[in-house]
């Protein structure tokens, strides 16, 4: 690369929802911006189960009627061994997630950001105060850095250290099966230790899978036999590592942040990211144009807002811990608790006192109600 390539104001690595995002701001702010990323096509292969709330569909400003939208979610039920169901009304949409990656990776663009695709980061270090990325085949160097590589440990500690991130492992199948219910399920059983199965129906296919800190081929083989799933209706296979450890560090001083996977933005619960590398990826765009014009203070702010916003709680740790532990006799209590109703109809001294006539939640009283503080709202930040 010639010594003299211009100086970018933000190099963005990685071309997901949370590096388009951020891109998208930084461009439209009137900043030099270069996002790399390692696939000509981000967003393929598919790893995730392709499902958002409203709230995501609305953070993420694009068109629910888009050819994006595979179809709509009318709720979802959580599935216990016994056959007992928690039920919700609460909605969202199936996506289709390349074009949903596309059309954000668009905007971007047409926000002014420079594309370089197919062209992942090999190397990042910061010398004399300027970020350089090598890729493959060129040098960058720019001011300041959005790293939103996805769960690319590698990439992550090349920036930040040495980091402590979990990962569970998930793993789905795209089926030939037509269903177009909207209604989402969940299995769950101890073994996954507050993993979980899924069957998505999608109108002319099925996505179905799990995810566990376990074998997911094994757990997967489970769900499909708890569901009666016949194997020759299975068109194709994706998966991979999802973190669930939290928010890790996510700021280096005032000059770079992570987003996204990256940055550990994954509900530990639910293990949905899309909303996270949308919001986070949105406010640190916004923050890193703030610290370009002089706030020598706002990434640490934006890092403070993150850490106590509902979607990204500490409370989320401990709410997967909870579940992590539950025996089977437990999680059958707990999805026993509802009876065929929405979870959100019942008032929480109604919730207590289903809670308190089971030995196996009221053994762990506090556990239980850490699940339905902050109820809807954090529900809503799940996917």
């Not at 199936?94 to 668009?106: A, G, H, I, M, P």
Request: aromatic share 6%; proline share 4%; with cysteine.
């Amino acid at each position: 690369m010639p010594d003299d390539r211009p100086v970018r104001d933000v190099i963005v690595i990685g071309g997901g929802p949370a590096g388009s995002s951020a891109a998208e701001v930084l461009s439209a702010g009137g900043h030099d911006v270069l996002l790399l990323d390692s696939n000509v096509h981000p967003g393929t292969p598919i790893r995730c189960g392709e499902a958002i709330s409203e709230r995501t569909m609305r953070l993420s400003g694009l068109d629910h009627q888009g050819p994006w939208i595979k179809g709509r979610i009318e709720g979802w039920r959580i599935r216990s061994r016994s056959g007992d169901e928690i039920y919700t009304s609460v909605g969202g949409f199936n996506l289709k997630r390349d074009l949903f990656d596309e059309e954000l990776l668009r905007r971007a663009g047409e926000s002014g950001a420079e594309l370089e695709l197919g062209s992942g980061a090999v190397s990042i270090v910061k010398e004399s105060g300027l970020w350089e990325v090598r890729t493959g085949r060129s040098t960058w160097k720019g001011t300041k850095l959005v790293l939103a590589c996805g769960p690319n440990r590698p990439l992550i500690e090349q920036v930040v250290g040495e980091t402590n991130m979990t990962f569970m492992r998930a793993l789905e199948v795209k089926l030939g099966i037509g269903d177009d219910s909207g209604k989402l399920m969940f299995l769950v059983t101890a073994s996954l230790r507050g993993g979980y199965g899924w069957y998505f129906p999608r109108g002319d296919e099925v996505n179905a899978g799990v995810v566990t800190y376990g074998d997911p081929v094994r757990e997967l083989e489970w769900v499909l036999s708890t569901l009666n799933i016949d194997r020759n209706r299975i068109r194709s296979h994706h998966g991979g590592p999802i973190p669930v450890s939290g928010m890790g560090k996510v700021r280096v001083d005032e000059s770079a942040i992570l987003v996204g996977d990256a940055g550990g933005f994954t509900n530990p619960v639910s293990k949905g990211g899309i909303v996270g590398a949308l919001f986070s990826g949105k406010e640190g765009g916004q923050a890193i144009s703030r610290s370009l014009s002089g706030d020598e203070k706002a990434l640490e702010s934006w890092e403070n807002r993150m850490r106590e916003h509902p979607a990204f709680t500490p409370m989320n740790l401990d709410r997967n811990r909870f579940l992590s532990g539950l025996s089977d006799e437990a999680l059958d209590a707990l999805t026993s608790l509802v009876r065929g109703r929405d979870i959100w109809t019942l008032r929480k001294a109604e919730l207590v006192k289903e809670v308190w006539r089971r030995p196996e939640l009221r053994r762990n009283l506090k556990g239980t109600l850490k699940l339905a503080i902050g109820g809807r709202e954090w529900v809503t930040w799940a996917f």
